[in-house]
């Protein structure tokens, strides 16, 4: 039997294919496989465990035979660290099968959104399911890159959809940034297309702001007679000015009536403190009476369909339209920029005061962020005032009487 000579490239350029696959050898477990369409694959014979396995190098002319022969060592050494390159190999593919934005993007969505809203899952889940999924579902977290998540973005821009085009910006960049925090991919391309969309307008929400408008609205408000846990959650919206959701749920365990309180987890808030809001006695007495109806509820404000489930967003929307006024006058939204603007304007109540109830993140002087109860007395005194100064808006307005109203805040 002749001796095995090593490849040449000259033998390899020259190796045309037949109807079966062949293997030309060079040495130490590398061949080179010629298939019949004429492709030339690099691969590694080897023994472990009593088995004799094969290992892919990769194909010829992409790997030269200076490279494969590199390669043969390398993993000649791992066999001999008792490592197996196949195994690892199907391993590293398990893997890269696991890590696909679409798998990740489900268990993100399970994880992170589930637990929320209704409302919110539903929005999220329509965003990564219409826009995302189609296009980024199969695609490996680390392969994504900027211009491949802005191509799929420039797609929802086209249709028109500017917001949601933004929004799915952001729903993919917190999935990205789930999969960095458990090991699954490196960085978030979304975090490099600043500048690169198309800048949409922000859209504020209607509010009065006027007080002689407030006086009216405020009138109308009391005399709004519905399902009753509408009419309490309406009536409690402007004294709070919270944001429309934290209002539909808000919880019996959350409330203080003693100390006049209202206490929301900072997990809840998606904040790093919890969120404190002094309750002004008006508040106190609408709370007071809702209890008589819903007291058996986890909810102060349930859904009329169940009571483990909060009242639905449209609700407050409903009642506004009812009482006459329309998406450009008033949304239950604006109640929190009819507080801040009279508060301020009206009121002379500290910007920082004002800020902190509406749960924004303020800093003091010194650039610190506020803790939860810092400036809890002066909130407390500032948030009476604001009903009071409500209830004599409504009083001026039935009384048809002019309100002369000094600024007395600190």
């Known amino acids: 039997m002749g001796v095995k000579m ?60 200076a490279d494969a022969r590199l390669r043969r060592e390398q993993l000649k050494a791992e066999i001999a660290e008792g490592n197996d390159p196949a195994a690892n190999k199907n391993l590293e593919k398990l893997n890269a099968a696991a890590n696909v934005f679409g798998i990740i ?20 889940g329509s965003i990564l399911n219409n826009h995302l999924m189609p296009h980024l579902a199969d695609r490996p977290m680390i392969d994504v890159k900027p211009p491949e998540l802005l191509s799929v973005l420039r797609l929802i821009e086209d249709q028109g959809s500017i917001s949601t085009a933004h929004r799915a910006k952001q729903i993919a960049g917190q999935i990205f940034r789930y999969a960095i925090a458990s090991g699954r991919a490196e960085r978030d391309p979304s975090a490099d297309l600043a500048g690169a969309m198309v800048a949409h307008k922000t859209k504020h929400f209607a509010a009065l702001t006027e007080p002689a408008d407030v006086a009216k609205l405020m009138v109308a408000i009391d005399g709004y007679h519905g399902y009753p846990v509408v009419t309490a959650a309406l009536k409690i919206s402007p004294l709070l000015f919270q944001r429309p959701g934290e209002i539909r749920h808000m919880e019996w365990s959350e409330l203080d009536l003693d100390n006049g309180l209202w206490s929301i987890s900072a997990a809840k808030m998606k904040q790093d403190n919890d969120h404190i809001v002094p309750l002004p006695n008006q508040a106190i007495a609408i709370l007071a009476h809702i209890e008589l109806y819903t007291h058996g509820s986890r909810y102060v404000f349930p859904s009329a369909r169940s009571n483990d489930r909060p009242l639905s967003e449209n609700a407050l929307r409903v009642a506004l339209r009812t009482m006459g006024y329309t998406g450009e006058q008033m949304t239950a939204h604006g109640f929190r920029a009819m507080g801040r603007t009279l508060l301020d304007e009206v009121l002379g109540y500290r910007q920082d005061w004002i800020e902190q109830q509406l749960s924004h993140r303020v800093k003091d002087p010194n650039g610190r962020a506020y803790n939860r109860t810092k400036n809890l007395n002066g909130r407390r005194e500032m948030m009476q005032a604001w009903a009071d100064y409500l209830d004599e808006l409504k009083a001026s307005a039935l009384n048809r009487q002019p309100l002369h109203l000094v600024g007395r805040g600190r």
């Not at 190796?15 to 477990?29: E, H, I, M, S, V």
């Not at 019949?36 to 190098?57: C, D, H, N, S, V």
């Not at 993007?105 to 999220?124: G, L």
Request: overall charge positive; hydrophobic content about 30%.
């Open 105 to 124: 993007a489900n268990e993100w969505f399970d994880v992170k959104i589930k637990p929320q809203s209704e409302a919110h899952a539903k929005r999220t």
């Open 6 to 65: 090593p490849l040449t490239v000259k033998k390899i350029s020259s190796a045309q294919p037949t109807n079966k696959r062949y293997r030309l050898f060079d040495g130490g477990g590398l061949y080179l496989e010629v298939s019949p369409a004429g492709t030339k694959t690099w691969a590694l014979k080897y023994r472990t465990a009593g088995k004799e396995k094969k290992f892919t190098i990769g194909k010829w002319p992409s790997f030269s035979l």
